[in-house]
Antibody, heavy 121, light 108 residues
Framework: QVTLKESGPVLVKPTETLTLTCTVS??????????VGWIRQPPGGALEWLAQ???????SDTTSLKNRLTISKDPSKSQVVLTMTNMDPADTATYYC?????????????WGQGILVTVSS | EIVLTQSPGTLSLSPGERATLSCRAS???????LAWYQQKPGQAPRFLIY???NRATGIPDRFNGSGSGTDFTLTISRLEPEDFAVYYC?????????FGQGTRVEIK
């Protein structure tokens, strides 16, 4: 079955760079039409799309974070990596990775459990 | 960026009642690529609807999505106790995805 799991630090300091890894199973990051996205949710807040990457390495990321994001993948490890620079307490949130397709099937159909990242000195 | 506005913010209803949730886009979704998700406290979102009106695998038929252009609706025909949650819409009509701010469906 399809599973995704986020891993990384749960506590980072302001100005540090956050690196999160999403490890997937049940599908391949090389499968045509498959992608993985990152979404975050501050405590008590709404979902916010961050970035996504598809099988041919096409990427997109939110403009609201002003070039702080980088997304990449390693199909041999079944991993997608998100880095976010210059972390701020306002970036405290649960970070999710989720599988997505293309065209009509571009919604996020399977989600990881999420990882709560706290930004504090 | 396409902004999605959900209304109402909170819906207070009793089990068995019908819930109607709205999602309005700031510009027309040419392909009606809109999804709906359900989220319960402490859980990841659950995929409900894609392409505005297609139920995802395993989703009960009391959940129905409709709409096109800028106006979309999620209807829950008869609320079950497990349906009380927060619901989000999300557009994937362009490469920059966006979510609405959510509608909370609470027990009256």
């Amino acid at each position: 079955q399809v599973t995704l799991k986020e891993s990384g630090p749960v506590l980072v300091k302001p100005t540090e760079t956050l690196t999160l890894t999403c490890t997937v199973s049940g599908f391949s990051l090389s499968d045509a039409g498959m992608g993985v996205g990152w979404i975050r949710q501050p405590p008590g807040g709404a979902l916010e799309w961050l970035a996504q990457i598809f099988s041919r390495d096409e990427t997109s990321d939110t403009t609201s974070l002003k070039n702080r994001l980088t997304i990449s993948k390693d199909p041999s490890k079944s991993q997608v990596v998100l880095t976010m620079t210059n972390m701020d307490p306002a970036d405290t949130a649960t970070y999710y990775c989720a599988r997505m397709g293309v065209s009509l099937f571009g919604g996020f159909d399977f989600w990881g459990q999420g990882i709560l990242v706290t930004v504090s000195s | 960026e396409i902004v999605l506005t959900q209304s109402p913010g909170t819906l207070s209803l009793s089990p068995g009642e019908r819930a109607t949730l709205s999602c309005r886009a700031s510009q027309s979704l040419r392909y009606s690529y809109l999804a709906w998700y359900q989220q319960k406290p402490g859980q990841a979102p659950r995929f409900l609807i894609y392409g505005a009106s297609n139920r995802a695998t395993g989703i009960p038929d009391r959940f129905n999505g409709s709409g096109s252009g800028t106006d979309f609706t999620l209807t829950i025909s008869r609320l079950e106790p497990e349906d009380f949650a927060v619901y989000y819409c999300q557009q994937y009509d362009n490469s920059h995805r966006t979510f609405g701010q959510g509608t909370r469906v609470e027990i009256k």
